[in-house]
């Protein structure tokens, strides 16, 4: 049987490569676009946002195979943990578009600051649950619900934090 420790440490290693990824085929696709925007590397601001972002994205892939795994672990069921994985984006699909509207009028940085401390209150409510034994399938699924939707109300709001 795998370890804890050795799942945690195969996700994180599958997440950095997809993270990875995407940004050197970004990096590789126009040379001439790299020189263009080359002074963002210089501007502190960006480079602060950017180190934000990456932690952000890599929490959120180990999140979805926590949230995944720790379902399969909790309820012994295949189809449950798929069901809560699928659950993961219906929030991102169904209301992000909604969600962009709503914070153009918004302070962008409340709303990044408010929906990460938001998605940190739920992961760690869910990790003392699992530490106590206290966590049932039904709060995993409202917990997965939950940071979708608080992540749909993230991501509009950090797109225009970057002005090229």
């Known amino acids: 049987?795998?370890?804890v420790k050795e799942i945690f440490f195969m996700a994180s290693k599958a997440c950095l490569a997809m993270i990875n990824d995407g940004y050197m085929m970004e990096m590789k696709e126009d040379s001439i676009m790299n020189e263009k925007y080359s002074h963002l590397l210089k501007n502190s601001n960006y480079m602060k946002l950017?180190?934000?972002n990456l932690i952000n994205r890599f929490g959120?892939?180990?999140d979805a195979m926590e949230m995944?795994?720790?379902?399969y672990q909790v309820?012994?069921?295949?189809?449950?943990?798929?069901?809560n994985y699928g659950l993961n984006y219906i929030p991102t699909i169904l209301l992000q578009p909604i969600c962009g509207a709503f914070v153009?009028?918004?302070?962008?940085?409340?709303?990044m600051l408010v929906s990460d401390m938001?998605?940190?209150v739920i992961i760690g409510s869910a990790a003392v649950l699992t530490l106590t034994g206290k966590i049932q399938a039904w709060m995993i699924i409202l917990g997965t619900f939950?940071?979708?939707t608080v992540e749909a109300f993230r991501v509009p709001a950090q797109t225009p934090m970057v002005t090229l």
């Open 1 to 3: 049987m795998i370890s």
């Open 50 to 52: 950017l180190a934000a």
């Open 60 to 62: 959120d892939c180990i």
């Open 68 to 71: 995944t795994w720790l379902m």
């Open 75 to 83: 309820s012994g069921s295949a189809s449950a943990s798929a069901l």
């Open 104 to 111: 153009e009028k918004r302070d962008i940085k409340k709303i």
């Open 118 to 120: 938001l998605r940190f």
């Open 146 to 148: 939950l940071i979708s």
